[in-house]
């Protein structure tokens, strides 16, 4: 199974540098030297058994854009499955941009009318007012150049975990089966007595499903005020208000704090650091008075992290545990 992920936006908005982040285990400090894009790079990840990203990072220069819009229309904007449009936070061409990304919008409308859209407000650590603010502000002007079109924007920057939020937020419509993953993970939590057991993909580190129970049913003091009202809980995030919104809601990381996407940034960089002293990264045991977390392979495509509250449980009962439920995952 086949998922095409568009990456569009204006040129050095920093698209090739989150693809490097998330995809190939590259640091922050080493984005800035990167060199345009030129034209189209397609890169094949593979997320969870046959589920298969196919990424198009499409370059953003004037000439290429021009191109995508013209002769490349059927070929870019065809089986689409989620464009991620990134927008710089403080761009001196917003104008521009948002005349690029209506026109971008009006073509996969045309040929994947299906397709999910993300904007990203990035590099929100240049932000010169408050982000909070600055995001509702750029939220609002998001959604009114998407005309009606369901849109879910996110803050990001690849100086902290916002950018593992979203992407996580992103692959997770992609993933098929999330809510049965869910429902085992809640299980496996129960089997071990603990506090919370975690799904992460093994090349990005980015969470696929939690134990964590939905969130309750909206009531009348947590439900957004109106359609357009941008909602930024500590994530940076915003989402439209609509039925599809319902539906992303119910994902229990869209509450939950972004500590999992923490856990990914610092993960990462852990890996980053083994593979420079030529060591391999394998599992991770930690035990602390206050807890015990063990992080193990699950699959071939996974890794899991549980986390129990009890001194009594041995870690080495946990590491069982994952090694037994294992069959279940595969
Ligand atoms: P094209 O390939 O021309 O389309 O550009 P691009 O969108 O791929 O931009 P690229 O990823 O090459 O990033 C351009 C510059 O932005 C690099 O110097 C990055 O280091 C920088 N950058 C990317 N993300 C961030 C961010 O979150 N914050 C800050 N401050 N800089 C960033």
Same mark, same amino acid.
């Given at each position: ?173 992609? #993933? ?129 992290? #549980? ?24």
């Amino acid at each position: 199974m086949k998922k095409k992920v568009l990456l569009m936006g204006a040129s050095g908005s920093g698209k090739t540098s989150m693809r490097s982040l998330i995809f190939s285990n590259n640091p922050a400090s080493l984005t800035s030297r990167l060199g345009a894009t030129i034209d189209v790079e397609q890169n094949h990840v593979r997320f969870l058994g046959d589920l298969i990203l196919n990424l198009w990072d499409c370059g953003g220069q004037d000439a290429f854009m021009d191109s995508y819009l013209s002769i490349q229309q059927s070929t870019i904007f065809q089986h689409v499955g989620v464009m991620i449009y990134v927008f710089e936070v403080e761009t001196r061409n917003m104008e521009k941009d948002l005349n690029y990304y209506k026109e971008c919008l009006s073509a996969l409308q045309r040929y994947s009318p299906n397709a999910a859209v993300f904007l990203l407000v990035h590099k929100m650590d240049l932000a010169r007012g408050p982000k909070a603010e600055t995001l509702a502000r750029k939220t609002k002007e998001l959604k009114e150049a998407s005309e009606g079109t369901e849109v879910t924007v996110f803050g990001t920057s690849i100086y902290d975990e916002s950018l593992y939020n979203a992407w996580s937020r992103i692959v997770h419509i992609l #993933i098929p089966n999330a809510s049965v993953l869910s429902r085992h993970l809640a299980k496996l939590a129960a089997l071990c007595s603990a506090t919370e057991v975690v799904l992460f993909e093994r090349t990005t580190f980015l969470v696929i499903a939690t134990s964590t129970p939905p969130p309750p049913p909206p009531t009348a003091s947590n439900v957004p005020s109106g359609p357009s009202s941008a909602r930024t809980n500590g994530d940076l995030s915003a989402t439209s208000h609509s039925d599809h919104e319902l539906e992303v809601d119910s994902d229990p990381h869209k509450m939950a704090p972004t500590r999992y996407e923490r856990t990914s940034e610092l993960i990462k960089a852990f890996k980053y650091s083994c593979a420079r002293v030529r060591e391999e990264f394998n599992a991770l045991e930690m035990e602390l008075p206050e807890f015990t977390a063990v992080l193990d392979e699950l699959t071939r495509n996974t890794y899991v992290l #549980i986390v129990v509250h009890d001194p009594t449980i041995e870690t080495a009962a946990l590491r069982m545990n994952i090694r037994l439920a294992r069959p279940k995952f595969e």
